[in-house]
């Protein structure tokens, strides 16, 4: 018996896609592990943002924290290149393709939804 092609097909996955630098121990500092430029040459931006006591939170309101943010990340996610949630310092870093403004615009969304998070200063490379 075959699959009726009216059957609904199962939705595409939301995860984050695994980093290219995936055989990286998760110790290791960011300067390791978060990319300076994308494929072309070009430099990247970053900003930062900490979530006052997201790990002392349960597990279910955690995931729903972590789901915010991955869902926010997802709706730019041809300018996110690298992001990094340390849960032992409720710290987030977030590397993106420069564009005027989105390093305020992504954070003020993660903000609109998570309202305790907090925008460190942008980080900008030389």
């Known amino acids: ?5 009216l059957a609904p097909k199962p ?7 695994p980093s290219a630098f995936a055989g990286l121990q998760p110790d ?13 040459g070009h430099l990247l931006s970053d900003f930062r943002m900490i979530f006052p006591g997201l790990r ?3 597990g279910i309101r955690q ?6 943010i991955n869902a926010v990340l997802h709706h730019y996610g041809s300018w996110v290149v690298f992001a990094d949630l340390n849960m032992r310092t409720n710290l987030l870093w ?9 390093t305020l615009e992504i954070p003020a ?3 609109t939804l998570v309202p305790e998070a907090l925008l460190l200063a942008p980080y900008w490379r030389r």
């Open 1 to 5: 018996m075959s699959a009726s092609p």
């Open 11 to 17: 939705p595409p996955s939301t995860a984050l896609k």
């Open 28 to 40: 290791e500092p960011l300067w390791k592990r978060v990319p300076s430029r994308d494929d072309a």
């Open 56 to 58: 002392q939170k349960n």
């Open 63 to 68: 995931q729903h924290t972590l789901r915010i």
């Open 94 to 102: 977030v590397s993106i393709r420069p564009r005027p403004g989105l």
């Open 109 to 111: 969304a993660i903000k």
